[in-house]
Structure formats: structure tokens, C-alpha cells
């Protein structure tokens, strides 16, 4: 099955942080893997900008590097990264200065599309802004790319929203939650919206609970400073999870455009309850062997910061009345697996005699690794002997479905990064769903802090603390196994 490319528009994009961690391991190899697919026209050209000392030589060479760490070797082509290479150069430049600016804007061509990547921390966004715009260097159609995190809060959101506004429209902001961009994620909307099947067992009449896991083996360690003042719950719930959570919940929208998606995410996210103090777990990884534990990680005794959080959500509407979403995400947990388990009710009434377990359908969905479905069905256990039930699953591994093309999956940042410069905004937040998710969560954090709240311990290398699996066995449910 080949995969279809349509190249996108030639284009100027400049990378304000350039020399940065994500331009090494994302923006970089991404952008240099569209262009062996054909994706980025020759013309198109990447402007490394930083602060640092450099020249066009040398960040060719950095992009080299990242090529080399960061792309699958079968695609080190030594012609391929010889041509990918020539589109790139560098511009030095101080984000809060007022230097070189004027020069940007010379460099920056006006008739093809202007993208700029603001591959930096937030309190740089406004000042970019804002000098894009005074020296005129953004046209009309230019487009911002914004990296997470987009505000600590509700109140520094709506700031960096007010800031951007002033200089941009909102079908120029770019947000990106890197999950939106995930192969998996996406398919989430074909799987609702494109088979008949799902549809009409998607409410609260027929489904039990969701479970939505994003385990981590990974500790904090090496960005212990910026993980402590986030945690769990502004680093990966208030983002990446809650976008899991309105894609599954979301009513279907009326067309695959970008304000028809995000209309439909915005009302999950408004109709969230707020959470009862006991239908949340938080925890903090103990120290294994050699390995730090959390404050050591954070270096920080006295931290109040989770690295794990399981939480019990109700969306208060028809379709998800009295059907609880369990989210959990954490570090330095058993193995590295997101997953969304849809668990369905029971069958009303058993024609067949009493038997051992529960018997519901679940549709497993294995968003990292291994992309692909699982559909737990009950099937009759094959021999003589009477009727005795069984489960089995129908098991798409959508590598064994795609084949070799599923080596070729583009990761989320290539793909966000084309929907960039071709203005397709669908996979990206905007300023209003930002500001729902964080006036939910808000209230949430404050209460830890109000109360004094301390994190559970946990073991590293296990599933999480033990308060976690009371959240689900008080209710007769379990969570899925945390494996490989
Ligand atoms: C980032 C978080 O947004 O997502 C990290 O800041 C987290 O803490 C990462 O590790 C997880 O992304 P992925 O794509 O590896 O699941």
C-alpha cells in the first residue's frame, strides 16, 4: 500500500529557537523527512534563528546531527541530506532585542507561505509577536506555531491569548499538542466517524467506563526545574490527555473542518464536572537501585508536585450521563503504553448458564507503541463439553495491516508541521478551547494547594500507588494492566 504525498506550497519557515532540544529531536528530522517523501518542495527554506554564535555552515552541520541521531538510517541518503541541507540557514537574532529584526525582514519572502515556529518558553511568544508585526516582517497569511506549555494557568493563558490577538488573527495561531498529530489519535475520528458499527453503542446506555492511560518509564530527571511547576496535571492532563478525552467524547461534528472539530471538543471540555477530591490519586516515584526518585529528580525536598495522577471525570450531558471517563498518566511507571479502553455494559439478560468473570465487549485502542485495535468479543470455547463462554480479541495491529508502509508512519511533528503551511488548523487547540481546559483544572490544583495535599509514593517500575486501583475496585472495576 503506498502512502499518498501532495507536496504543499513552497514556503519560508523560521524556527525561533532553532538551536533547541525540539528542533534537534522533532522539527528537524521531521521536516527532513517530508523532503525525501517529496512532501517539501525544493524551494522551500528553513530559517534556523537564535541567539547563539552560528553560521549558515554551522547549522547545516546541527541539522546533520539531528538527521543522524533522530531519522531511521534507511533514510540517511547522502544526496537526500546534501539538498535538504541547502534550504537551510540561520539568522542570529535576540528575541526581546531590537537587532538584526530589520534584516529578518528582508530575508523572509513575501509570496510564498510564512510559517514561524515558536520553539521557545512562553514568556518569548508575546515579544515575537509583536516584533513580527512591527517590522512588518509577517504578512497577512503568515502563520505562528506555538509549543506547549500555553499558559500555567487560566489567568496566563487568557494573557498570552490577549497578547497574540493583538498582532494575529486566530486562523494564523497554530497551538500545538503534539498528540493531536499522532497517526493513532487521528484514527480515533475515522473509527467513530467513518464505520456505522461504533456510533449507535457510543453513550452511556451501552458503555460501562472509558479508561485513557498514557504510562511513562521515564522519569523527570534532566527537566526536573520546568516538571516540578507543572506535574502531571498541567503537563500532560490539562493537554494531551483532555484532547484523548474530547476526541472520544465529542459529538460528531457536522464536517471535517477545523472550527466544526474544535466546536464539538470545546463543549466536552465545558461540560466537564468539576472533581471530588476522592476521585483523584496523586503520586510521586520512589528512588529504585541507582535510580533517583522524584524529589531527588526535581531537586526539590519539599515537593508537592505529582509525577502520576488517576482521576475519576464525568461529562454532564445526555449522551455520557452516568458513564465515568478514568484518566491516569504518570512517569516511571512499569512500561511506556498509551491506550484508550472503551468498556462496554454487560449484555441485559443471559441466555447462557452462570459463568466465572464478567463478559463485556471492550474496544481497546493502542495509541503508542504498537499503533492499533483490539475488539474483546465472547466467543463459544471451541469443543464438546457444552457451552462454556470465552474471550478472544480481534487483534489489528496496524503494522501487520500496513506492512512495510507502517515503518513510514509520520511522526506528529512532520504531520502538524504540513498542516501548518497547507492552513489546515483542524489538529491544533484554539485560544478558547486552551482557556476551557484550564478553568477546569484550576480549581482542581488550587484545592491541592489550599489543603496541603501530598502525592502518594510509588514504586518506579510498578503501576502507579495502590490508592490508584481503590479509585476503580470501590466500583467493581478494574484498570487494564500497565505491560508491554
Ligand atoms: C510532553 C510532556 O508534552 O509529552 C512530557 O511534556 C512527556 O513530559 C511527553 O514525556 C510524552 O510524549 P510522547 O509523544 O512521548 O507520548
Known sequence: MATRVIPVDPFDLVIFGGTGDLAMR??????????????????????????GEL?????????????????????????????????????????LGEDGWKDLARIVRKDVVQAFYFSVGPRLFGAL???????????????????????????????????????FDETQIYRIDHYLGKETVQNLMAVRFANILFEPLWNSQYI???????????GVGGRGGYYDKS??????????LMQLLCLIAMEPPAHFDPDSVRDEKLKVIRALDPVPVDDIVRGQYRAEGDDPSYVEDAENPDSRTESYLAMKVHIANWRWNGTPFYLRTGKRLRARKSEIAVVFKEPPHSIFEPQEGRRCNELIIHLQPNEGMDLRVT??????????????????????????????????????????????????????????????????????????????????????????????????????????
Request: aromatic letters at 8%.
Open 208 to 218: 460501562d467506563h472509558i479508561q485513557i492511560t498514557v504510562s511513562e518509564t521515564v
Open 55 to 95: 553560521d549558515d555552515d554551522g547549522y547545516r552541520d546541527f541539522a546533520r546531527e539531528a538527521i543522524e541521531k533522530y531519522v531511521h538510517a534507511k533514510n540517511h541518503d547522502k544526496d537526500k541530506i546534501r539538498d535538504f541541507l541547502k534550504c537551510l540557514s540561520y539568522f542570529r537574532i535576540d528575541a
Open 379 to 484: 466467543i463459544k470455547e471451541p469443543g464438546p463439553g457444552g457451552m462454556r463462554l470465552m474471550d478472544v480479541l480481534l487483534d489489528m495491529s496496524f503494522a501487520e495491516a500496513l506492512g512495510e508502509d507502517a515503518e513510514d508512519i509520520t511522526d506528529a511533528y512532520e504531520r502538524l508541521i504540513m498542516d501548518v503551511i497547507r492552513g489546515n488548523q483542524t489538529l491544533f487547540m484554539r485560544g478558547d478551547e486552551v482557556e476551557a481546559a484550564w478553568r477546569w483544572v484550576d480549581p482542581i490544583i488550587q484545592g491541592w494547594i489550599d489543603r496541603g495535599d501530598k502525592p502518594k509514593p510509588y514504586d518506579a517500575g510498578s503501576s502507579g500507588p495502590e490508592d490508584a486501583l481503590m479509585l476503580m475496585h470501590r466500583e467493581g472495576r478494574r484498570w487494564r494492566e500497565i505491560t508491554e
Open 129 to 167: 509577536a509583536k516584533r513580527l508585526h512591527k517590522y512588518k516582517i509577517a504578512g497577512p497569511n503568515a502563520r505562528i506555531v506555538l509549543e506547549k506549555p500555553f499558559g500555567h494557568d487560566l489567568e496566563s493563558a487568557k494573557v498570552l491569548n490577549a497578547e497574540l490577538a493583538e498582532y
Open 231 to 240: 506535574g502531571a496535571m498541567r503537563d500532560m492532563v490539562q493537554n494531551h
Open 26 to 51: 522533532k522539527i528537524i528530522p521531521g521536516l527532513y523527512r517530508r523532503f525525501v517523501a517529496e512532501q517539501m518542495p525544493k524551494d522551500a527554506r528553513i530559517i534556523g534563528a537564535a541567539r
